[in-house]
């Protein structure tokens, strides 16, 4: 399997580190139900055929956190995004050099 990253282009997998399912999201520790949600997030997974969205570090490589969507029935990359944008699309972030005060 290779990835291509956003900054190197197309670079051999040993290159990379897989850091997890980046579809979920980590529970509020502040929450009274913390408990209960950490023990779902940390169990309570689907692991279905098909497209699925994985957080990866190019570690030996520019160290850009990455979100790749991978099939995981055939391991055909569909996507390759940095982690930085992802996060600002979903939590709408400001972008460094138009920010505000
Ligand atoms: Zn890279």
Redesign the pocket.
Known sequence: MRIT?????E?ALD?FAYYGDASVKRPDIASPTAMADFVAYSFDRVNAAGPHRELWY?SA????W?VVTRNVANHEILNVEPARDVARATQQLPTPGRGSA
């Open positions: 990253c956003p900054c190197c282009g670079r290159e190019h490589g520019c160290h850009l990455l």
